[in-house]
């Protein structure tokens, strides 16, 4: 890659006139990007209605392995349009939103071709059925409760070549975003691929012992958020100036891994490190929307603690000057307040107005006084060597 590939960004980043220490939008250069993705849009729905019309007035059957070649092979084709145009967009002109559609469009029509001829090798080369497979289980006894044997009996009914499904989607997933994302060095694309990763790992472990995945699901969620959330701050640490695309990738690792170590740390705290039988029979009071739509009176409890993690993760936000992390927990952010103030027995207009009025002026407070509130919590941290490229200085240009 050269130079202007890798600090791409940085004269958008010139016309913004932004403070330094404002953290700058890795997906836009200018309005030309905007009016460029508007074509690629329209571009896309125009191909997949033309497929869909092709494969329509050529009457292919769709139950068959020609018709389904015939139409995942139009797939193919429109995926290899989009690299075409990526070549020349993200490739040459270094467009960043178009190509964030455009790799979408290319790693969602190659998954979905991939997964196809996995299947049709179940069927064909493997000579699995749906009926042979239903056999297997009709010859078990039905399991009285959930245990390690009773899911290894499950699992061990399933043949190898389908009980790897999961980690078959998973690289389905994770070899189109990895060949994008080595092609063109788009922010966005490794930002996928850290998500195509940890999904991949998620897979394997379901296959290998699909009994401790189902166990230790809570777990297993916050290590993968976790994981992610470390590679974002890997890689802003390797740009402590936030001026290449090392940050922008970082920009989206923690965009992606924000909901999900907000969700699981979330259902950590609510059932605990492990689930059990119990808590799949009782899932409204684990789970604070379910107990709130469920009227549940562990809805108020469930809001409380729900805070107290999105303080935290907003308390990270502020320390790595990254604002993903408190954006992905707005919405819960919102309803919790919502589930508190009903508690106290107002009504539905009320609740909803001191529901924004609560949430809208933390965030405005926030942003208002975002860097004077780093500045007091950085004040114990170095402001050089490796923390400081963790915890970037109030007055460093983090962007």
């Known amino acids: ?25 890795p997906f836009l250069n200018n309005f030309h990007d905007i009016f460029t993705t508007i074509g690629v849009v329209l571009l896309g729905f125009g191909m997949a209605v033309g497929a869909a019309q092709l494969v ?24 290899v349009v989009f690299w075409l145009l990526s070549t020349v967009l993200v490739g040459r002109q270094r467009r960043i939103l178009p190509g964030i559609v455009m790799s979408l469009g290319f790693v969602g029509a190659m998954t979905g071709v991939l997964v196809w001829l996995y299947v049709r090798f179940l069927m ?7 009926a042979s497979i239903e056999a297997r289980f009709d010859a078990m006894d039905e399991p009285d409760t959930f245990n390690r044997e009773t899911v290894g009996e499950i699992a061990g009914a399933l043949p190898l070549a389908l009980r790897i499904l999961p980690v078959v989607g998973a690289l389905a997933f994770l070899i189109p975003v990895a060949f994008y994302y080595f092609s063109f060095r788009l922010p966005f694309a490794g930002g996928l691929m850290g998500v195509a990763l940890t999904v991949l790992a998620g897979a394997v472990l379901l296959s290998v012992d699909p009994y401790i995945f189902a166990v230790y699901l809570p777990t297993v969620n916050v290590a993968l958020g976790g994981a992610l959330l470390l590679a974002g701050i890997v890689f802003d640490a390797r740009d402590p100036g936030r001026d290449t695309r090392l940050s922008g990738t970082a920009f989206w690792l923690h965009f992606f891994a ?12 609510q059932v605990g490190w492990t689930l059990s039988e119990g808590d799949f029979q009782n899932f409204a009071d684990n789970n604070l929307f379910a107990a709130m739509s469920s009227g549940s009176d562990a809805a108020t409890g469930l809001a409380i603690t729900a805070l107290i ?30 589930v508190i103030v009903n508690s106290a027995g107002l009504g539905a207009g009320a609740v909803i107005a001191v529901t924004l009025l609560t949430l809208g002026g933390i965030v405005v407070l926030l942003g208002a006084a975002w860097n004077p509130v780093r500045g ?19 007055n460093a240009n983090e962007g």
């Open 124 to 130: 064909d080369g493997a000579g699995l059925s749906e």
């Open 258 to 269: 924000a909901p999900i170590l907000l969700s699981a740390v979330l259902n950590l705290t």
């Open 56 to 79: 329509e007035s050529t009457g292919a059957d769709l139950e068959t392995f020609s018709g389904q070649a015939f139409a995942f092979g139009l797939l193919a084709g429109i995926a």
């Open 1 to 25: 890659m050269t130079d202007a590939a890798i600090t791409m960004g940085n004269a958008g980043r010139d016309s913004t006139r932004a403070r330094p220490q404002d953290e700058l939008l």
């Open 309 to 338: 993690v999105i303080g935290v993760f907003a308390l990270v936000s502020l320390l790595i000057n990254r604002r993903a992390l408190i954006v992905s927990g707005l919405l819960t952010a919102g309803v919790s307040i919502g």
């Open 376 to 394: 007091l919590l950085l004040a114990p941290f170095p402001s050089e060597g490796p923390l400081a490229r963790i915890f970037p200085p109030a």
